[in-house]
């Protein structure tokens, strides 16, 4: 019998079960998610555009390929460096899969389970959403993270940042963000501090190597003269496991401009605000945090991830064109702010985020408020 | 020189089967009907019985909320069928050999006056002509429009080039646009586009204020040119009729008949050959099947565009306001991980597939959706697509939280399904947004 041939067979057998099974429900979740579906326009426009939100999603799921690819090898890279060790390419390469695949697994293997759960529950389709939750939620992780926590910021982020909010499409904080923080204040000691280099059992490091990232490392008056800034740019210093590369970051960044899923006027202004706001900072002065230059700020601690994959998520971000402007420059301003004159520094961009997110809600209700506003004084010129 | 609108939003969707400008001749249609669904915000009452004798002209059905304005027959012959049908009627005609008119009078257009304009247009059924905005239904007698509007060029896909509809008929163009000026106390606007010069009819047409539009589809939209001309408040009453039905008034004050005998384009990637027809609204597709390609797949046969036209099939009949027959192939194949494969044959506003490098290809699209019913994803995919000043996503939402007072503030008064057309076309959540729209429309209309 044909491969297709006997997939046809498993159908037609899964198909005989029963109307109300798991089974079959989990043979439709299977079929829409390898298929787009044979459905055909019914009312309205009789053809529709190729782009679907699997397609989006997909696109999503791709940029964030080469930080996560870029991620695996510097994990293995600071490890070997760590101990004081050199190894060809394949071996830090193979150390760094090791130790973020497990963290990626169990994010997918929770996510997209408790997603197929609330999808049967509800008598839905699984939501793409899911797939770059599912992966977002690994990448801004420290490296030596328990998979324990992964597991539990995940389901964080699908049932609380997500379901609790009545489903995707109504939640009103970014889901990544969201369970981050919470995973952040929770469990401290995970999150901070000696936990940006991975290390193996009874493995400890050379004497004098700090474990701490690069961001707290420049921002306490460490010194970040032993780094290049092709280290940097290239992501070979220490930090999140997919938040680290500036290069890989821009470079699924640029994916997701080019094709417009990532929405330009929120990454350029947040940028733009964020570095002038930095520039302001080292003009004052007074602390090595203050003084760092403004263009490290954008570089190191997940800036420019936060700007290009998190800030411009369409559900939570501002929804018209010249919100989204105004959504970026407070954006930008605030991260950089929180991150100079709080203790959250490392997530500042996270919390800025879910404090815009609400903010965004208040400048669309401005920006529809004007659109209104315009239409009733065309109507009071002409009475 | 008549002022240029250049519009930057909006998108030209480029498919097989363009018609070329030549007349071609199709056998006689063996029926026609009048089917009340083409014309929105009536409640269709029978004024025939079946095997009924009718003319060119002869009332069928009247608004029974409304009773003067009449709805009547395109040809003359017997009334074969009556099938109602949802609060819907279809009168099926079986046309006679030798086409019969009722005649009404004929006095020079100088010398009546509104209401005896207004009189024969209702009694004729040519009032049908006239649709009104808000609301995009059958104008009302008793009011008078601030403007009324003719969009001389249709930039939807594959749409017959007016220039070629009206050809030769500059008499009737004229006489039709000397009625109109006198059913308005404003101006007629004609809207021509930028890029071309438009065919002498409309070119050399007196009493009209021409206004050039320049930009991507929907420019050629009624509604559009509107919001740019002489946008709609509340309590607004504007009427638009389109440049056919314009010479079928004319031909009706200067020959005392009811002509809907028109052009109409036969346009899609599975027509044999594209090309131009002359029918009369409400004719019967099944002449066609001869003209189309014989494939394997099923087609499907829309009277209209491939945007807002209805899903006729061989069965079905010209719609009243349709200038084009378009068939396109029906989508009947589910894509193994079609979501991530490059999609080169497809078409797609966003730069997810290759058509945006590829502008001047023509595609051959189906009727797939191409995707799964997901919540609305607001990234500004329906602004880029509609030149107004309209926030549509949450004018969409504000319809389907029944928010009636917040969908006008938000301009449901503006637009109807033809302008939200593209962006149901381009919706990656793809929600049929021109059905809430209508939705949004009639609860609005309950209310007032």
Same mark, same amino acid.
């Given at each position: 019998?044909?491969?297709?041939?006997?997939?046809?067979?498993?159908?037609?057998?899964?198909?005989?079960?029963?109307?109300?099974?798991?089974?079959?429900?989990?043979?439709?979740?299977?079929?829409?998610?390898?298929?787009?579906?044979?459905?055909?326009?019914?009312?309205?426009?009789?053809?529709?555009?190729?782009?679907?939100?699997?397609?989006?999603?997909?696109?999503?799921?791709?940029?964030?390929?080469?930080?996560?690819?870029?991620?695996?090898?510097?994990?293995?890279?600071?490890?070997?460096?760590?101990?004081?060790?050199?190894?060809?390419?394949?071996?830090?390469?193979?150390?760094?899969?090791?130790?973020?695949?497990?963290?990626?697994?169990?994010?997918?293997?929770?996510?997209?389970?408790?997603?197929?759960?609330?999808?049967?529950?509800?008598?839905?389709?699984?939501?793409?959403?899911?797939?770059?939750?599912?992966?977002?939620?690994?990448?801004?992780?420290?490296?030596?993270?328990?998979?324990?926590?992964?597991?539990?910021?995940?389901?964080?982020?699908?049932?609380?940042?997500?379901?609790?909010?009545?489903?995707?499409?109504?939640?009103?904080?970014?889901?990544?963000?969201?369970?981050?923080?919470?995973?952040?204040?929770?469990?401290?000691?995970?999150?901070?501090?000696?936990?940006?280099?991975?290390?193996?059992?009874?493995?400890?490091?050379?004497?004098?190597?700090?474990?701490?990232?690069?961001?707290?490392?420049?921002?306490?008056?460490?010194?970040?003269?032993?780094?290049?800034?092709?280290?940097?740019?290239?992501?070979?210093?220490?930090?999140?496991?997919?938040?680290?590369?500036?290069?890989?970051?821009?470079?699924?960044?640029?994916?997701?401009?080019?094709?417009?899923?990532?929405?330009?006027?929120?990454?350029?202004?947040?940028?733009?605000?964020?570095?002038?706001?930095?520039?302001?900072?080292?003009?004052?002065?007074? /602390?090595?945090?203050?003084?760092?230059?403004? *263009? &490290?700020? !954008? #570089? +190191? %601690?997940?800036? $420019?991830?936060?700007?290009?994959?998190?800030?411009?998520?369409?559900?939570?971000? /501002?929804?018209?064109?010249?919100?989204?402007? *105004? &959504?970026? !420059? #407070? +954006? %930008?301003?605030? $991260?950089?702010?929180?991150?100079?004159?709080?203790?959250?520094?490392?997530?500042?961009?996270?919390?800025?985020?879910?404090?815009?997110?609400?903010?965004?809600? +208040?400048?669309?209700?401005?920006?529809?408020?004007?659109?209104?506003?315009?239409?009733?004084?065309?109507?009071?010129?002409?009475? | 020189?008549?002022?240029?609108?250049?519009?930057?939003?909006?998108?030209?969707?480029?498919?097989?089967?363009?018609?070329?400008?030549?007349?071609?001749?199709?056998?006689?249609?063996?029926?026609?009907?009048?089917?009340?669904?083409?014309?929105?915000?009536?409640?269709?009452?029978?004024?025939?019985?079946?095997?009924?004798?009718?003319?060119?002209?002869?009332?069928?059905?009247?608004?029974?909320?409304?009773?003067?304005?009449?709805?009547?027959?395109?040809?003359?012959?017997?009334?074969?069928?009556?099938?109602?049908?949802?609060?819907?009627?279809?009168?099926?005609?079986?046309?006679?050999?030798?086409?019969?008119?009722?005649?009404?009078?004929?006095?020079?257009?100088?010398?009546?006056?509104?209401?005896?304009?207004?009189?024969?247009?209702?009694?004729?059924?040519?009032?049908?002509?006239?649709?009104?905005?808000?609301?995009?239904?059958?104008?009302?007698?008793?009011?008078?429009?601030?403007?009324?509007?003719?969009?001389?060029?249709?930039?939807?896909?594959?749409?017959?080039?007016?220039?070629?509809?009206?050809?030769?008929?500059?008499?009737?163009?004229?006489?039709?646009?000397?009625?109109?000026?006198?059913?308005?106390?404003?101006?007629?606007?004609?809207?021509?586009?930028?890029?071309?010069?438009?065919?002498?009819?409309?070119?050399?047409?007196?009493?009209?204020?021409?206004?050039?539009?320049?930009?991507?589809?929907?420019?050629?939209?009624?509604?559009?040119?509107?919001?740019?001309?002489?946008?709609?408040?509340?309590?607004?009453?504007?009427?638009?009729?389109?440049?056919?039905?314009?010479?079928?008034?004319?031909?009706?004050?200067?020959?005392?008949?009811?002509?809907?005998?028109?052009?109409?384009?036969?346009?899609?990637?599975?027509?044999?050959?594209?090309?131009?027809?002359?029918?009369?609204?409400?004719?019967?597709?099944?002449?066609?099947?001869?003209?189309?390609?014989?494939?394997?797949?099923?087609?499907?046969?829309?009277?209209?565009?491939?945007?807002?036209?209805?899903?006729?099939?061989?069965?079905?009949?010209?719609?009243?306001?349709?200038?084009?027959?378009?068939?396109?192939?029906?989508?009947?194949?589910?894509?193994?991980?079609?979501?991530?494969?490059?999609?080169?044959?497809?078409?797609?506003?966003?730069?997810?597939?290759?058509?945006?490098?590829?502008?001047?290809?023509?595609?051959?699209?189906?009727?797939?959706?191409?995707?799964?019913?997901?919540?609305?994803?607001?990234?500004?995919?329906?602004?880029?697509?509609?030149?107004?000043?309209?926030?549509?996503?949450?004018?969409?939402?504000?319809?389907?939280?029944?928010?009636?007072?917040?969908?006008?503030?938000?301009?449901?008064?503006?637009?109807?399904?033809?302008?939200?057309?593209?962006?149901?076309?381009?919706?990656?959540?793809?929600?049929?947004?021109?059905?809430?729209?209508?939705?949004?429309?009639?609860?609005?209309?309950?209310?007032?």
């Amino acid at each position: 019998m044909s491969t297709l041939g006997t997939i046809q067979h498993l159908k037609n057998k899964v198909e005989q079960i029963g109307e109300k099974n798991i089974l079959r429900s989990m043979d439709e979740a299977w079929r829409a998610f390898v298929y787009v579906p044979q459905r055909v326009t019914t009312t309205g426009a009789h053809i529709r555009d190729a782009i679907d939100l699997k397609r989006t999603m997909a696109t999503v799921v791709i940029a964030l390929l080469p930080a996560l690819l870029v991620g695996m090898w510097n994990i293995g890279y600071q490890h070997y460096l760590a101990l004081g060790q050199t190894v060809d390419f394949w071996a830090i390469f193979g150390f760094g899969a090791r130790t973020v695949l497990p963290i990626v697994l169990v994010s997918y293997a929770v996510g997209m389970g408790i997603e197929a759960v609330m999808a049967y529950w509800h008598g839905r389709e699984v939501n793409e959403y899911t797939w770059v939750t599912c992966l977002l939620v690994p990448l801004v992780l420290p490296p030596t993270i328990p998979l324990w926590i992964v597991a539990l910021d995940i389901s964080f982020a699908v049932l609380v940042g997500k379901v609790g909010f009545r489903g995707i499409g109504k939640n009103i904080f970014n889901a990544v963000a969201f369970a981050h923080l919470f995973i952040w204040c929770l469990f401290p000691a995970h999150m901070r501090g000696n936990v940006w280099i991975a290390l193996g059992p009874n493995e400890t490091t050379i004497e004098g190597f700090s474990s701490i990232s690069a961001w707290a490392q420049a921002t306490q008056g460490g010194e970040l003269s032993h780094y290049y800034i092709t280290d940097i740019l290239m992501g070979w210093v220490p930090g999140a496991i997919g938040t680290i590369s500036i290069t890989a970051t821009a470079l699924g960044g640029l994916l997701l401009l080019l094709t417009g899923i990532a929405n330009v006027r929120i990454v350029f202004s947040m940028l733009l605000s964020g570095f002038l706001t930095g520039c302001l900072f080292n003009y004052v002065g007074g /602390s090595p945090c203050l003084d760092l230059p403004a *263009v &490290y700020h !954008l #570089l +190191l %601690g997940g800036f $420019a991830f936060g700007a290009l994959f998190i800030a411009t998520d369409p559900l939570t971000s /501002s929804q018209t064109n010249a919100g989204k402007w *105004v &959504y970026g !420059l #407070l +954006l %930008g301003s605030l $991260a950089m702010l929180l991150r100079l004159w709080t203790p959250i520094s490392g997530e500042a961009v996270f919390l800025a985020i879910l404090i815009m997110n609400i903010g965004a809600r +208040l400048i669309d209700w401005y920006v529809v408020q004007c659109n209104i506003k315009r239409r009733l004084n065309r109507y009071k010129v002409k009475k | 020189m008549a002022s240029v609108i250049r519009l930057s939003k909006g998108l030209d969707i480029v498919l097989q089967g363009k018609a070329e400008n030549v007349f071609s001749k199709c056998d006689a249609p063996l029926a026609y009907a009048v089917q009340s669904a083409d014309f929105q915000g009536i409640t269709p009452q029978l004024l025939v019985q079946k095997g009924a004798a009718v003319k060119a002209g002869t009332a069928l059905f009247c608004d029974a909320l409304y009773p003067p304005i009449r709805f009547a027959s395109p040809v003359s012959g017997v009334v074969a069928d009556i099938v109602s049908n949802n609060n819907q009627v279809q009168i099926i005609i079986t046309p006679n050999a030798t086409n019969e008119f009722e005649t009404f009078d004929v006095s020079p257009i100088e010398q009546i006056d509104r209401p005896q304009i207004v009189s024969t247009m209702l009694q004729s059924g040519a009032w049908a002509f006239l649709v009104q905005r808000p609301f995009g239904v059958i104008a009302a007698p008793d009011a008078v429009p601030n403007n009324i509007f003719i969009s001389g060029f249709d930039t939807a896909p594959l749409a017959a080039d007016a220039d070629f509809l009206v050809n030769g008929e500059g008499d009737a163009f004229q006489a039709g646009i000397n009625v109109l000026r006198k059913l308005t106390k404003g101006k007629v606007y004609l809207s021509l586009c930028a890029d071309y010069p438009a065919n002498k009819v409309m070119e050399r047409a007196k009493g009209v204020e021409i206004v050039r539009f320049k930009g991507k589809h929907p420019a050629g939209n009624v509604g559009v040119q509107i919001h740019h001309i002489a946008p709609i408040s509340k309590g607004d009453v504007v009427w638009t009729i389109a440049p056919q039905h314009v010479i079928a008034l004319g031909k009706l004050f200067t020959q005392g008949v009811y002509d809907v005998a028109k052009v109409v384009a036969l346009v899609g990637s599975e027509v044999k050959k594209t090309r131009y027809y002359r029918m009369t609204a409400g004719a019967s597709l099944a002449v066609l099947a001869d003209l189309l390609q014989a494939s394997a797949t099923p087609q499907r046969i829309i009277s209209g565009n491939v945007l807002t036209g209805t899903n006729a099939g061989l069965d079905g009949y010209l719609g009243f306001y349709h200038n084009e027959i378009t068939v396109i192939p029906e989508g009947n194949a589910a894509e193994l991980l079609g979501w991530l494969l490059p999609c080169t044959r497809k078409f797609s506003h966003s730069r997810i597939c290759f058509s945006w490098w590829m502008p001047n290809k023509q595609y051959r699209l189906d009727t797939l959706t191409n995707g799964s019913t997901r919540p609305f994803v607001a990234d500004g995919e329906y602004e880029r697509v509609l030149p107004m000043d309209i926030l549509p996503s949450y004018l969409f939402k504000a319809i389907l939280e029944h928010h009636t007072e917040r969908a006008e503030q938000l301009g449901i008064y503006e637009v109807i399904e033809e302008d939200v057309a593209l962006c149901e076309f381009v919706c990656t959540s793809k929600i049929n947004v021109q059905a809430i729209l209508r939705q949004g429309i009639n609860e609005l209309r309950i209310k007032n």
